[in-house]
Structures are given as structure tokens and as C-alpha cells.
């Protein structure tokens, strides 16, 4: 700290090269959204997807529509990775290859879409300097500098700034602002003056200097790359794919509007059903558009306005006089009056791509804003988090390409990391290493996390056709997600750098090295499981209660069902919990990084930051101590409660011949309780013993809990069977766990791990709260200390700090060690073998058996449209031509009788291959036409044979069969009723009925 002509305390600054600024990784982010999006939006746009269920709305044929053999066979093309449920058959097939798209675009077309963009972006990129520098518009400066006293100028800056060479140098001589601007790229600049600075340069030099040096520094940042690519790329995007996306979005609008007032569309209904009835998906894919607009030119203009005031802060570091921005300034700024009006100015100011003058002066005399964590990024980096997410599945569900869905997750979160994470470290070891405010990164987090559950809300991944997903409660789980990662990062940010204030940058990489495992394993879960639960609902805890007992005897599951019901509720969840291979990793991260800063910190060294600056107040985290021993000692609960259940279970052990996978399932179930229930017991009194860090502390003690306490129960499993009272699966001694066993504890030590990791955000955050509400009633007496001062541990023995130091990193290796071996051993040989195939496709399977009045009757319609109605029409000539044996049934050609029979079970088999009605009632009365002429084809063959032979019976039979052939007539024409009734009342263009 530094004293003021005023006589306060004035904060240090930080020079703002120390650390990386995170303005290109927020372009990369810019970067990835745009190639993303570009191919799956031309995707929709082109219908180049896979003929075989493809549920483009634009994939038509000459004579039909995939979505027309979709609904057919009982599907709904507007489900998207929705099941069908005659996908394997024939019929399917067949149909396909009938309907199927003929003049739809090549599938790789989308593909390189992206790499058109790109080409596109970089014609751009050197038409844009190209069109500004032109001839007419502005002149080389040797035309209008005779005497080279400017050219001598620009070189002498060019050389202070440290360029290679002097860039070139043109002059608008239209523009009457003295100002200038740089294009072009980095390699090759083009800075252009205008006219009004040509005289300011006589007039003010240092003025001219300081436009110059900002421009020079533009250059040496290398921004102007980075500035016109964005721009390149920006404006490729809207013309090569926002466009065309728009304009379908927008006539698909205009169908789906004729559509709903019975007016027939230029697509047919079965077509139709592809964005019919999906209001919602057509006003997500709408804004979808929009938030990329806004999503893209609010991200740049924030990168933009973030390197201007590092361009300045580098002028004046060159030599630039300040008191130029002071001037600039056009007198005090007036607020809007009224709530609109400042909003709009609030918008505005968002869109600016310069900040104003009076932020750009204020930033010269103290640089902190550059480290502060500002809402706008936050929002908008959770925002493109899911909507590239939602972009790649949409992707990958047409295309399948092998380990996109795990890419998705690493890059989405990479980036996410890379934004928020370095952020949230620039700030935290900002306001450390100058003594200021340090955040929580609760603030950073809620905004985050408002633009993850935002931009769940714009995609289409947890509700495609409702405004809301169908279990809406699942939206706090992004919202939790964002706030938690910024909170642990946050007091890592922290906690290291009061442990190495001089590793900053390399440690800044390390976590978001480490921030970037975490957020992979919560999108790994979110996209699998996450999005399935809160667009269907949990599952189903009866179907799972019933696989679990599935072949039990009822005595061994009479009086268990309150367990079993709780395994039931639990297990889906748990086998998703560590399903991805490094969520093991991502937990060890969680409280193995803070944990090391214990270990490498030295109480004794007294290293501050070479920057000039204060010591450190307060640079020790607490004590280790006071968060293993919560741990340890719930270790020893969880392991003396669990003695407990081995000697319960004893009282009611069943003999060897009846311990069955239930009585292990019942064992296991209570060791994973009673640890998540130690875990989270010690997270909370790590949490309320510690006044800081408590996150980073609750994680640390229950992660001790769990991994401790596994050792404390592998004993106890070892000893089972040895001791009497405990014996609970075993009743020899072995002096070690059986097979079953230890399968069991590896099932469910990667859960427990998770889960206690959950417990302890969660009790952190409910100490916090208590802890906060608490304070905020008590008066303060304790005396504050002084601002920038270091108030080192009073320990006057180095060689007791010194063993204290010796035994904390004894304690960390071993807990380490422990971790890293659980981790390794799961991701070599993992107990649940892991699939990238949704667990949750039966939930959603089920759900989609249930239609809508609307689908079901456009399902109906083309069942009819694509062969049914063929097959009606079939039946009906078929029996038109048994007209002249029912009117002289005493004149019977056999020939040709046989031949019309054969044609009734030629029918029969035809109509059993087509796909059954998606009707039931309808499906009543068409399989009965079935049965009716296969039989009815039987008994006239008998009746014919009979009658060849001269046996009794023949009349009969031939009665009997045309009295099936009439049924089968009859019920075809019920069912033709029955259809057209469901057809007409949708308000759908019945079939061509004949």
C-alpha cells in the first residue's frame, strides 16, 4: 500500500501484463460457436441428413418424405433421437427405399460448410484492409507529409514501441476527428490517419503521440488479427449461414401457420409433422438465431472494449502523456432519466466496441477494472456453453460420428474453464496480491450459472416440443453447477496464491487445467443423464425395484423393502454418477489441488510478489488439522456404525444357501449411507471450524471421511466370518473379503466418492449461509488489522515448524497416494463398463409411445398415405372379384377359384409385413382382416380339394370361407371409418380414398 498526498491508504497496482488477459480464449469461444453452428444449422437448412430417420423437415421426396415412414411405423419425426418402433422391420426398410429423399443435397455438403465459412471469412479478412485502403478514399502519407516531419515521428514512436518495422501509413484526409485507426493483420498493418490529426500534430505533439503509441500498441498486442478475423468471421457467418437458416426458419413459420388454419401447405402433412404441432422447436431454432447474433456481437464488443483500455494502459507505459485521455473527455457524462431510457443507454453501452473516455482515464490510474470479473462474460460464456452442446448432439444424431459426444464435453468445457476460470484467478490473485476485496465467486457464479440454465432454455436438448422441459426442477441443476465451479475456483485462486504469490500465471493454467476436468465430468453427466431427467422425468423407481428382486425368493425380500425401495431410488443414479471415465478424476481434482497447497507451503519463507507491493496479510490457510481430523473421526463413525449393521445383520442372517446378490445388494447399501453420512457430517465441521476456505475444507474432510472409512470397512469385510457377533456374509474365516465383495466396494467407491462431494458443496454452502446470517447479528469488538501488513505465525522454534511442515506433507502424500490409487485402478479396469449409449432411452422410449391427438392422426394418415391405403384398395378388388362365384356358386371354375384365394393369403401376408396401425382400434379391426382372409384362403383351398375328390363338406367350407372373406370386408371398411374419422377430425387432408 501506498500513502496518498491525502493521507489514505491507495491499493498497489498490478501491472496487467502479469498475468494473461483471457481475451483470445473468449475469442476461441467465439470461434468454436460459429464452426459449431454452422454445420448443424446447414444441416437443418440443406436436409442433407441420413434418409434413415432423419427428421429434417426439408428432406422430401418426389413422392413422399422419410417423416412420412416415420410416422408409419408409429414414430414422430419431431422428437428428435426419438425411437421407432418398426425401425428393424422389412416394412421400414422398404418403405425408405420407396419414399426416401432423391434430390436432397450430398451429405457431405454440411460438412465443409464450416470450411466455407472459413474460406469466406479469410477472403474477408483481406478484401476488409483492402476496401479501406483504396485509392480514393485515402492517400499515402508521403503525399500530404512534404517535409517527412510526420513520417520522422511515426518512425521514432514505431522504434518505442518496439515494432520491427514501421508499418504503412496512410491518411484519410475526409475524416476531421483527430484520431486514427489500424487495419489489416498483425504481419501487415496499415495504420490510417485522419485529416483532423495530420494538424493536431502541429498543434498538440503529445496528443499525436498518444494516438500514434495507442495505435503502435494495438499492433504489438496483436489485436488487429484478432479484431478484423472476428469481424471476417462474423460477417461470413451471417451471409453463409444465418441467412438461409433465417429465411427456412422463417417459411417454415409461414407452413406451419397455413398448416393450423386447414390450408394446405406447400409440404405434405406427413412431412409437416416434422415442425407441426412444435411451436416451441420452431421458436427455439428462431432464437436460437437471435442469441447468436446477440451472443457474438456482445462477446466481441466486450473483447474489444477490453483491449482498448490494455492498449492504452501500454501507451502510457511507453510514454503517452495521460492527461490526453482527460482531454478527450467531453464533460461530465448526463444519466438518462426514466427506467426505459437508462436500459436502453445500459444496452448501448454493451454494444459499444470503445469504452467511454471517463472509464478509459479512470483505468490509467488504477487498472483493477482489467482484473475485476464482469458479469457480461460470465453470462454470456454460460449461455454458449449448452447451445454448443446442443449443437454438436443435433450432430451426432444425424451423422454418429464415434466420440464426437465425448469431444462435445471436453472442448465445451475447456472453454468454459479457459472464460470463467482464468477470470475468476486473474481477480482472485488480483485482489490478494494488492490487499483488496477478495471474491467469493459466489456473484461470478450466479451469473454463470443464469446463463447455463439460459442457455438450456434456448436449446433444444431438455425440451424439444414444450416451452419448459417436463421436469423443470432439473434447470437448478446448471444454475447450482455454474455458482459451485466458481466458488471452489474462486478460494483456489485464493488459497494459492497466498501459498506461491510468485507462481501466478503457471498456476493459473494449472486450474484451469484442473477446472476444465471438473466441468467435463459435469457436462459428461448433465448430457447424458441430466438432459434425459429433465426432458422425462426420473426413472421409474418400480421398474428398477422390480429388476433388483427379479428371481428372489419372496422370503428374502419379505420385511428388506424399505432398503430395496431405497436401492431402487438410488441406483440409476449411482451407476450414472461415475459412467464417465474421468469423473474419478474430476473429484480428485476437486480437493487434491487445494489440499497440495498445505504441503508446499512454507510458514517460514516469507516470498511476496516482486512487483512491488505489499507483504501478504494472513498468507496461511488454516490449519491441516483442523480439517483432517473432522474426517478422520468420521471415518472412525462410519466404520464403528457400520460394525453396527454387520451385527444387526447377523441377528437375521440366512443360512449359506440363501445368501443371495440381495443380501450383498442390502450390505453394500448400508456401508454407502453410513459413509455419505460421515462425509457429510465432516464436511460441516470442517465448514464451521474454519473461517475461510470452507469449500475447499468440506471437500477436503469428506473426501478424508470416505477414503479412510473404506479402509476402516475393508478391514471389517476382512473379518468376516472370523468374529461371531459380526459374521454377516460369510461364517468361515478367510482374513480376507470374498470376490463378491470386493466387486461390490469397487461398484460403489466411485459413487460414494461423487456423492460425498456433492454433500459437502452442499453443506458448505449451507454453513456459509448460517455462518454469514450469524456475523451479520454480532457485533464486531475485535480490533481490525492494518491494511497491507503481515502478521506471520509467532513461532519462534524453526525445528517444531519445521516437523509440523515434514508431518502436513506426510499427511498429504498419503491422502494422495490413496486417491490417485482409486482413481488409476477405475479408469484401468473400471468396475461399471462404461457406454456412451443414454441409459435414459427407456424413459424416453416409454414417453414417446405416448402420441398427441394431432401426431397420432398424422401417424395414421400416413400409414394409409405410404401402403396402407394400397393394401385396402387391394382387398376390396380382390373381393369384387368373387362376385360371380357368390351369385352361382353351383358353377365354380376351380382354377380360377383357387387363384382369387390365393390372392386373399397373398393379401394376409402382405398386410402382416406392412407396419400395424398406430390406432389401436383401427389395428383391432385390421389385424381381424387379416386372420379373416388368411382363414378364409385355408378353408376354400380345403373346400376346393374336397369338392376335387368328391368328399362331403366341400359346400360348408366354401360357405364358411366367404363368410371370412366377407368379415375380412367388413372389417377393412370399419376400419377405413375409423381412420378417416381420426384423419378429418386433426383437421389433416384425408388420403386419396378411392
Avoid at 13 to 18: F, M, N, T, V, Y
Avoid at 322 to 341: E, I
Avoid at 762 to 770: I, Q, W
Wanted: aromatic share 6%; with cysteine; hydrophobic share 50%.
Amino acid at each position: 500500500m501506498t500513502v496518498a498526498a491525502t493521507g489514505h491508504l491507495t491499493p498497489p497496482r498490478l501491472d496487467e501484463r502479469s498475468m494473461p488477459s483471457g481475451t483470445t480464449l473468449r475469442f476461441i469461444l467465439l470461434v468454436v460457436l460459429i464452426a459449431v453452428s454452422s454445420a448443424s444449422m446447414m444441416m437443418l437448412t440443406l436436409g442433407s441428413g441420413p434418409g434413415a430417420g432423419s427428421s429434417s423437415a426439408t428432406s422430401t421426396g418426389s413422392t413422399g418424405s422419410t417423416d412420412g415412414c416415420v410416422l408409419a411405423a408409429g414414430g414422430d419425426p419431431s422428437r428428435i433421437g426419438g425411437a421407432i418402433p418398426q425401425e428393424d422391420t422389412s416394412a421400414y426398410r422398404e418403405c425408405l427405399a420407396r419414399y426416401g429423399p432423391t434430390h436432397t443435397s450430398p451429405w457431405w455438403v454440411s460438412e465443409v460448410w464450416p470450411v466455407l465459412v472459413i474460406v469466406v471469412a479469410a477472403v474477408l479478412m483481406w478484401t476488409i484492409p483492402a476496401w479501406k485502403a483504396r485509392r480514393g478514399r485515402v492517400v499515402p502519407l508521403e503525399a500530404v507529409d512534404s517535409d517527412g516531419a510526420i513520417r520522422g515521428a511515426v518512425a521514432e514512436l514505431a522504434s518505442a514501441a518496439g515494432l520491427k518495422r514501421v508499418p504503412r501509413v496512410v491518411v484519410d484526409p475526409a475524416a476531421a476527428s483527430a484520431g486514427a485507426v489500424v487495419f489489416g493483420s498483425n504481419k501487415r498493418p496499415v495504420v490510417c490517419l485522419h485529416g483532423g490529426l495530420l494538424v493536431r500534430a502541429r498543434t498538440d505533439p503529445e496528443g499525436f503521440r498518444a494516438v500514434l503509441l495507442h495505435e503502435f500498441a494495438h499492433i504489438r498486442n496483436g489485436d488487429v488479427t484478432l479484431t478484423y478475423l472476428t469481424v471476417a468471421l462474423w460477417r461470413a457467418f451471417l451471409g453463409a449461414v444465418l441467412l438461409p437458416y433465417g429465411a427456412l426458419m422463417v417459411t417454415l413459420t409461414v407452413w406451419m401457420a397455413l398448416f393450423a388454419l386447414k390450408v394446405r401447405a406447400p409440404l405434405s402433412p406427413e412431412t409437416m409433422v416434422g415442425i407441426d404441432s412444435s411451436w416451441p422447436l420452431i421458436a427455439r431454432l428462431l432464437g436460437l438465431a437471435v442469441v447468436l447474433v446477440l451472443l457474438v456481437h456482445l462477446a466481441r464488443a466486450d473483447v474489444l472494449r477490453s483491449r482498448e483500455v490494455h492498449a492504452d494502459l501500454t501507451a502510457v507505459r511507453w510514454g503517452a502523456a495521460p492527461h490526453h485521455w482527460a482531454t478527450r473527455m467531453a464533460g461530465p457524462v448526463a444519466v438518462p432519466r426514466g427506467v426505459l431510457r437508462r436500459l436502453r443507454a445500459s444496452f448501448a453501452e454493451l454494444l459499444r466496441t470503445h469504452p467511454r473516455w471517463e472509464l478509459r482515464r479512470e483505468a490509467l490510474g488504477d487498472p483493477a477494472e482489467l482484473f475485476s470479473v464482469r458479469a457480461l462474460p460470465m453470462f454470456l460464456t454460460g449461455v454458449a456453453a449448452p447451445v454448443i452442446n446442443a449443437q454438436l448432439w443435433v450432430y451426432d444424431g444425424l451423422r454418429s460420428v464415434p466420440l464426437l459426444e465425448e469431444a462435445s464435453w471436453v472442448l465445451t468445457a475447456t472453454l468454459v474453464a479457459g472464460v470463467a476460470g482464468v477470470a475468476l484467478w486473474r481477480a482472485a490473485a488480483h485482489a490478494v496480491l494488492t490487499g483488496r476485496r477478495e471474491p467469493s465467486g459466489v456473484r461470478a457464479g450466479l451469473w454463470l450459472g443464469a446463463g447455463m440454465t439460459a442457455g438450456e432454455l434456448v436449446a433444444y436438448q431438455s425440451g424439444i416440443n414444450t416451452w419448459l422441459p417436463g421436469n423443470p426442477v432439473m434447470l437448478l441443476f446448471p444454475f447450482a453447477a455454474g455458482v459451485a465451479f466458481c466458488w471452489w475456483t474462486a478460494q483456489c485462486a485464493r488459497l494459492w496464491t497466498r501459498a506461491r504469490p510468485t507462481r501466478v500465471r503457471p498456476l493459473l493454467w494449472l486450474g484451469s487445467v484442473a477446472g476444465a476436468a471438473v466441468m467435463a465430468s459435469w457436462f459428461a453427466w448433465w448430457q447424458v443423464f441430466g438432459v434425459g431427467y429433465a426432458r422425462e422425468g426420473w426413472p421409474s423407481v418400480a421398474e428398477m425395484r422390480a429388476q433388483l428382486v427379479r428371481g428372489l425368493p419372496p422370503g428374502q425380500v419379505a420385511g428388506q423393502h424399505g432398503i430395496v425401495d431405497g436401492m431402487a431410488a438410488m441406483l440409476p443414479e449411482m451407476t450414472g454418477l461415475n459412467h464417465w471415465a474421468l469423473a474419478l478424476t474430476a473429484v480428485a481434482a476437486l480437493w487434491l489441488l487445494p489440499l497440495t497447497a498445505w504441503a508446499l507451503r512454507n510458514p517460514t519463507d516469507g516470498d511476496t510478489p516482486d512487483h512491488g507491493i505489499a507483504p501478504l496479510r494472513d498468507p496461511l490457510p488454516p490449519p491441516l488439522r483442523r480439517i483432517l481430523l473432522p474426517g478422520l473421526l468420521g471415518a472412525a463413525l462410519a466404520t464403528t456404525a457400520v460394525m453396527a449393521v454387520m451385527a444387526y445383520m447377523h441377528t437375521w442372517q440366512p443360512p449359506p444357501a440363501e445368501r443371495g446378490l440381495l443380501h450383498l445388494w442390502i450390505y453394500l447399501a448400508w456401508v454407502l449411507m453410513l459413509l455419505i453420512g460421515a462425509a457429510t457430517a465432516a464436511a460441516a465441521a470442517a465448514a464451521a471450524l474454519t473461517d475461510r476456505y470452507r469449500l475447499l475444507c468440506a471437500l477436503i474432510a469428506a473426501q478424508t471421511t470416505v477414503l479412510a472409512g473404506f479402509a476402516g470397512v475393508f478391514v471389517l469385510a476382512s473379518l468376516d466370518g472370523c468374529v461371531t457377533p459380526l459374521n454377516t456374509l460369510r461364517s468361515t474365516c478367510s482374513l480376507h473379503p470374498g470376490i463378491s465383495v470386493l466387486r461390490g466396494f469397487r461398484l460403489i467407491m466411485g459413487p460414494t466418492l461423487v456423492l460425498a462431494a456433492l454433500a459437502a458443496v452442499l453443506v458448505a454452502a449451507v454453513v456459509s449461509v448460517l455462518r454469514r446470517a450469524f456475523n451479520a447479528r454480532r457485533t464486531r469488538t475485535a480490533p481490525a488489522s492494518v491494511p497491507g501488513r503481515w502478521h506471520p505465525a509467532r513461532d519462534p522454534l524453526a525445528a517444531r515448524l519445521a516437523a509440523r511442515l515434514a508431518a502436513r506433507r506426510l499427511c498429504v502424500g498419503v491422502l494422495c497416494a490413496a486417491t490417485l490409487a482409486v482413481t488409476a485402478t477405475d479408469l484401468v479396469d473400471p468396475a461399471v463398463r462404461r457406454s456412451t449409449a443414454r441409459t435414459t432411452a427407456s424413459v424416453e422410449d416409454r414417453a414417446g409411445t405416448t402420441a398427441s391427438p394431432r401426431t397420432r392422426a398424422l401417424q395414421v394418415y400416413a400409414w394409409e398415405e405410404y401402403g396402407g391405403l394400397d393394401l385396402e384398395r387391394r382387398l376390396v378388388a380382390v373381393s369384387n372379384g368373387l362376385e360371380p362365384l357368390i351369385q352361382n356358386p353351383h358353377s365354380i371354375d376351380e382354377s380360377r377359384t383357387r387363384a382369387q384365394c390365393a390372392r386373399f393369403r397373398s393379401f394376409a401376408h402382405d398386410a402382416a409385413r406392412y407396419f400395424p396401425v398406430p390406432d389401436t382400434g383401427s389395428q383391432t379391426f385390421w389385424r381381424r382382416a387379416q386372420t379373416n382372409s388368411a382363414s378364409g384362403a385355408t378353408n376354400c383351398d380345403r373346400a376346393l380339394d374336397r369338392a376335387k375328390d368328391h368328399l362331403p363338406g366341400s359346400g360348408h367350407l366354401l360357405a364358411t370361407a366367404l363368410n371370412e372373406f366377407a368379415d375380412a370386408m367388413e372389417s377393412i371398411s370399419a376400419m377405413s371409418v375409423r381412420n378417416r374419422s381420426i384423419v378429418t377430425r386433426a383437421g389433416i387432408l384425408q388420403p386419396r380414398h378411392g
